[in-house]
T-cell receptor, first 114, second 113 residues
């Protein structure tokens, strides 16, 4: 079974609109962490935002926020007021229990239209 | 700030050749990782090193070996390259204190003919 599922292979969004990128996860651990990374066409992986399983508040970092719904096991990334520079691949990843490694989703390709 | 440095950035090999990909970080991180990324897929972990002196297999270790040379450096070796190992390889590191994010190098694009 997939541990991290990103159901949207690709999305087109008009500039300045808000965007929600979906991520659902599967774990039986009580302690876990969820991460979002951005990969522009230049190829580098850029860390965006993190949510811990015990965090009661949704994480926010500038225009990025994480809509964490623990009971539904979802951790959707919300980008407010999208910009052309937001066009990229976006990956959701999870750290389970005491593991050092991350489990990665397949990614969502986001294209912002002018 | 250099962060995580990978060399080389590009390489073309012939089937059967050997090669070592180098990775160095200057952030005093304990853990280091090697991933491969294939088209349309997320990252798959090849090997990782939780701390200096230890290495462990990830999801796709076959055909690869690693060496954690010291705290800064973590190399990935292909002993006998195969076309199936054509991929983009990423090295990452992280500080082992709470849930710190992994920091990535810029990747090595490797083609095996």
């Amino acid at each position: 079974a997939q541990k991290i599922t990103q159901t949207q292979p690709g999305m087109f969004v008009q500039e300045k609109e808000a965007v929600t990128l979906d991520c659902t996860y599967d774990t039986s651990d009580q302690s876990y962490g969820l991460f979002w990374y951005k990969q522009p066409s230049s190829g580098e992986m850029i860390f965006l935002i993190y949510q811990g399983s015990y965090d009661e508040q949704n994480a926010t970092e500038g225009r990025y926020s994480l809509n964490f719904q623990k009971a539904r096991k979802s951790a959707n990334l919300v980008i407010s007021a999208s910009q052309l520079g937001d066009s990229a691949m976006y990956f959701c990843a999870m750290r389970e229990g005491g593991n050092y490694q991350l489990i990665w989703g397949a990614g969502t390709k986001l294209i912002i239209k002018p | 700030n250099a962060g995580v440095t990978q060399t080389p950035k590009f390489q073309v090999l012939k089937t059967g050749q050997s090669m070592t990909l180098q990775c160095a970080q200057d952030m005093n991180h304990n853990s280091m990782y090697w991933y491969r990324q294939d088209p349309g897929m997320g990252l798959r972990l090849i090997y990782y090193s939780a701390s200096e002196g230890t290495t462990d297999k990830g999801e796709v270790p076959n055909g690869y070996n690693v060496s954690r040379l010291n705290k800064r450096e973590f190399s990935l070796r292909l002993e006998s390259a195969a076309p199936s190992q054509t991929s983009v390889y990423f090295c990452a590191s992280r500080r082992v204190l709470g849930d710190q994010p992994q920091h990535f190098g810029d990747g090595t694009r490797l083609s095996i003919l």
